[in-house]
Structure formats: C-alpha cells, structure tokens
C-alpha cells in the first residue's frame, strides 16, 4: 500500500513550456486535490475532484487544467509554464469530507521550477 | 469562503516545554479541524483532528480544544522534543460554495523549533 504518489519528484521548465504532474492513489479514495505551497502563503487549492470525471476549481486554478479519467489518478497540467508558477505541488486524496473517514492523505510534493 | 488565521508564524521552544498554536475561522457551520505536521522535504501528515461535537481530544503528548462560541481552536504540544520540529497547519472545511464543500482551507503554518 503505497498511499499518494506523486511523479516526478523535481522538474525545471522554462517559460512556455508545459508539463503534467501525476498523481495516484490506491487506498479507493473518491476525493483528489492538487495544493501549491509557497513560503509564507501555505496550501491553497488549486483544483479538486470529488469522483472520477469530475473535476472542480479551487482557490487558485488560473493557468493549471486537470484530468480525472481513473479514479485512481489525478493529473495536474501547466499548458504554458511561467515563473509565477514555481513552486511545490501537493497531491492529496481522501475517503470523502462528509464521512468520519475524511482525513486528506498527501504525497511527497513535486518541486517545480520555471526560469 | 472560509478563512483560516494560524498564530504564531514561529515558535521557539526548549525541549520539554510546552508549545501552543491557535487558529481562527470565519464559518460557524465548520465542523471538522484537522492539524497536519510537515517535516522537511515531506508532504503533510494528519496528527490529531477534532469535530465540533467535541471539546477537546488528546493523543498522547497532542492535545486540540475547540472553541465554538469563539471560533478558535488550538494545538497543545506538551514535553516537547527535538522531533517535534516542523510546520503545522491547521484546517477547516469549506462549505461556503457546494462545490467547494468538499475541500480544507488550510492556515499559512507555523514552523516550530524545538531546542536540545
């Protein structure tokens, strides 16, 4: 039981280019999110899903698009990089928030630079 | 939405002493408070949790009060040791969008340093 994987781990891009973050899961989890940490800002939400095919705009969605075509993973994409964008990326998932079973599990975060 | 303020930003503590963390929230309908330790180069981890059904709830050395009336809830680190060190989060739900009932707005952490 591996938990919340996230590939790749560290990634440089430059201004532009794009990319996709995997994330994945096997504890059966119907909710997913992807998270941006920058100092001093702490997690916001950028984009969530509550099943597969579904997915949701969170605080800060502007220049990320997302998948959910597997319950099992969720794909965070950055069509066209900018350096506004370079951060570390979190993936969570959890049982549901309306359940007792509600805590977000996390992977290990993707470090993303864009020069 | 909801808004999540987490006081202090830093906190300094000698081993053995006792750390303490509050936060605030907007929404009286929350009812989930989750706080989550972040080590270094490590995603964040639930470490206790509280619902609004209840006081307080304690885990060994961890220890979170809720109060309702105020909208506050706190973390209470007792005995501290070096290991202790990280950032912790605190959180609250969402409701305010049903779309968005789903997610944790999260505090802005607080980094703790447990001195030897």
């Known amino acids: 039981n591996a938990g919340v994987t996230q590939t790749p781990k560290f990634r440089v891009l430059k201004t532009g280019q794009s990319m996709t973050l995997l994330c994945a899961q096997d504890?059966?989890?119907?909710?997913m999110y992807w998270y941006r940490q920058d100092p001093g800002m702490g997690l916001r939400l950028i984009h969530y899903?509550?099943?597969?095919?579904?997915?949701a705009k969170g605080e800060v969605p502007d220049g990320y698009n997302v998948s959910r075509l597997k319950k099992q993973n969720f794909l965070l994409g950055l069509e066209s990089a900018a350096p506004s964008q370079t951060s570390v990326y979190f993936c969570?998932?959890?049982?549901?928030?309306?359940?007792?079973?509600?805590?977000?599990?996390f992977g290990p975060g993707t470090r993303l630079t864009v020069l | 939405g909801e808004n999540v303020e987490q006081h202090p930003s830093t906190l300094s503590v000698q081993e053995g002493d006792s750390a303490v963390i509050k936060c605030t929230y907007s929404?009286?309908?929350?009812?989930?408070f989750p706080w989550y330790k972040q080590e270094l180069g490590k995603g964040p981890q639930l470490i206790i949790d509280?619902?609004?059904?209840?006081g307080e709830k304690k885990d060994q050395r961890i220890a979170v009060t809720l109060n309702k009336t105020a909208k506050h809830f706190s973390l209470h680190i007792t005995e501290t040791q070096p290991e202790d060190s990280a950032v912790y989060f605190c959180?609250?739900?969402?409701?305010?969008?049903?779309?968005?009932?789903?997610?944790?707005?999260f505090g802005k952490g607080t980094s703790l340093l447990v001195t030897p």
């Open positions: 969570a998932s959890s049982l549901s928030l309306r359940t007792l079973k509600d805590t977000q599990y």
């Open positions: 959180a609250a739900p969402d409701y305010s969008n049903s779309n968005s009932g789903y997610a944790l707005n």
């Open positions: 929404d009286s309908a929350s009812n989930y």
């Open positions: 509280i619902r609004s059904n209840v």
């Open positions: 504890m059966n989890h119907e909710y």
């Open positions: 899903s509550v099943g597969e095919g579904t997915t």
